[in-house]
């Protein structure tokens, strides 16, 4: 069996569990997976502090079967949950998610994770590309993704939500705003019934508007980046997954670091959504604890 084989393998499951940090968690924990006939192949773990922190725990196992079992396997292990005051999640690794991907214009992080879902290195289904521009329909045709043009004006906003809500239809695991220009509303993230991540340049909160790149150049900046993070009702201050920069000097031209951004911006976003989709990132209040 391949490595890649192995990581999203039919009898492959994933536990994730943040609780308050006492003694005997992992104990517990490898107990219920060892009686159920488990292997561990990977656990990680963190504590906000081990005197009365919170506390994050990731499993990887190897149950033959675990498709017939998972359910009474999950009802087993809620009964532990309980008596250590756990929130937590069990998944198969081989249930392939459904995502949405929102675009506008730029479409280098779309094509990006277009690229990468169709090596396997995002282990995913993409469902449809979703735009407020019908500029990126060859790119989605060209992987026979779905692709819907939805525009948006502020006068018209809200029944293009609405619409956008029909074609996603409940039914994502996640929604990706891969350069999307427009900020979701409050009651698009309440019916959206799924997380949701964003990527954009990390000159945030300084540079805003249509033109940071130009902004950042007449600045001197030194350093460009990129944030992706979980979508909130406060824009752009969702709990973070991961960033990166790129060093920048004054030789650099406004097209320079435009391209520079996209790149950073394409590769940050990769990875937050590989963590995602490979379950290896909790929220805890408004940051993230990513297993990588």
Request: glycine share 8%.
């Amino acid at each position: 069996m391949s490595a890649d084989q192995a990581r999203t393998g039919p009898d492959i499951g994933r536990l994730l569990v943040t609780c308050p940090d006492r003694p005997g968690i992992v104990a517990a924990v490898s107990r219920f997976l060892y009686e159920a006939g488990a292997n561990i192949v990977e656990s990680q773990q963190y504590s906000t502090n081990p005197f009365g922190g919170t506390f994050f725990l990731l499993v990887e196992f190897h149950l033959p079967g675990l498709a017939e079992r998972v359910a009474d396997l999950a009802d087993g292990f809620g009964t532990l949950a309980e008596s250590f005051g756990m929130t937590w999640k069990l998944t198969r690794a081989a249930d392939r998610k459904k995502i949405a991907i929102f675009v506008s214009r730029a479409d280098h992080a779309l094509r990006e994770l277009l690229w990468r879902a169709s090596t396997g290195e995002l282990y995913c289904d993409i469902r449809m590309v979703v735009s407020n521009h019908p500029d990126a329909a060859p790119v989605a045709a060209a992987w026979n993704v779905p692709f819907h043009h939805v525009p948006v004006t502020p006068d018209t906003k809200k029944q293009a939500e609405a619409q956008q809500l029909k074609l996603l239809g409940g039914e994502m695991d996640l929604v990706v705003l891969a350069r999307y220009m427009q900020i979701l509303s409050a009651d698009f993230l309440d019916a959206v019934g799924c997380p949701v991540v964003n990527i954009h340049h990390g000159f945030l909160p300084a540079f805003v508007g249509a033109n940071p790149y130009g902004e950042a150049a007449e600045r001197g900046v030194k350093l460009i980046g990129a944030t992706a993070h979980y979508v909130t009702q406060e824009l752009d201050a969702g709990p973070i997954i991961e960033q990166d920069i790129v060093r920048v000097d004054h030789r650099c031209s406004v097209a320079d670091l435009q391209r520079m951004g996209r790149d950073v911006e394409r590769s940050v976003l990769a990875r937050a959504v590989a963590w995602h989709l490979d379950d290896r990132v909790i929220v805890h209040e408004n940051r993230t604890i990513v297993f990588t």
